[in-house]
């Protein structure tokens, strides 16, 4: 059973925009998904075992269709592409695929040190545009900011998390060749430069936020 909770919107998110990095397409956003994918297998933040996307029409948007594959561990562009291709909706011929999501597990480290496993650590999507290629790198757990859920502050757990995340966002930023930008803000936190942006403190507690939990 997992140790964690998980927040149901993410505490941080990083954007990129990579119309500069590649070209859009799908081909081309499953390269890229490949890649970052990769670089994070590196730093044990995402093992993938999924990926997911919801089917669209242009002109029509989105059919109410969510197609899933499962995956080994790194990702294959080539045959992803055909996988894809292969479960469009018979329904729907001119269907595309949406946002690429890849999840899958990663490792985190307890105050004791001890080497844990998570499902959905962190979560990469990819956005196959044929006009705009992007991406997006979110967490939902209380590991990668200075206090948990309840508002406690938990600095072993943070110093031993944060900065694998921030040094995998770094080398990110140099394999896609330009900087990230904070994803919007939710109730459970915001991306400020590498890490989670710091709440407002008083007392020594950060805000107890598991009334949304």
């Given at each position: 059973?997992?140790l ?6 993410e505490?941080?998110?990083w954007?990129?925009?990579?119309d ?10 499953l390269?890229?998904a ?13 093992e993938?075992s999924r990926?997911?996307?919801?089917w669209f ?6 059919i109410?269709?969510?197609?899933g ?5 790194r990702?294959?562009p080539?045959d992803?592409?055909?996988?894809i ?7 729907y011929?001119?269907a595309?695929?949406?946002?690429l999501?890849?999840?899958?597990t990663?490792t ?14 962190v ?29 406690f502050?938990?600095?072993?757990i ?6 694998r ?5 770094q ?9 990230a ?11 400020e430069?590498?890490?989670i ?17």
């Amino acid at each position: 059973m997992s140790l964690l909770m998980r927040a149901p919107e993410e505490c941080a998110s990083w954007e990129w925009e990579l119309d500069g990095f590649a070209p859009p397409g799908l081909e081309s956003a499953l390269d890229t998904a490949s890649r970052m994918a990769e670089l994070l297998r590196r730093h044990g933040l995402l093992e993938p075992s999924r990926v997911e996307w919801r089917w669209f029409v242009y002109g029509v948007g989105g059919i109410g269709v969510t197609t899933g594959l499962s995956v080994m561990g790194r990702l294959d562009p080539a045959d992803l592409a055909q996988r894809i291709q292969q479960s469009r909706p018979a329904g729907y011929p001119e269907a595309q695929a949406g946002v690429l999501t890849v999840s899958g597990t990663g490792t985190w480290f307890d105050a004791d040190g001890e080497e844990r496993r998570e499902q959905d650590l962190v979560v990469l999507s990819v956005d196959p545009d044929e006009r705009h290629l992007a991406a997006d790198v979110a967490v939902f757990h209380d590991i990668w900011g200075h206090f948990d859920f309840k508002g406690f502050p938990h600095p072993e757990i943070h110093k031993r998390n944060a900065p694998r995340l921030a040094a995998a966002l770094q080398e990110l930023e140099t394999l896609l060749g330009t900087a990230a930008e904070p994803g919007d803000a939710t109730y459970f936190g915001r991306a400020e430069g590498y890490g989670i942006e710091m709440p407002d403190v008083i007392d020594g507690r950060g805000p107890d936020l598991t009334d949304r939990l």
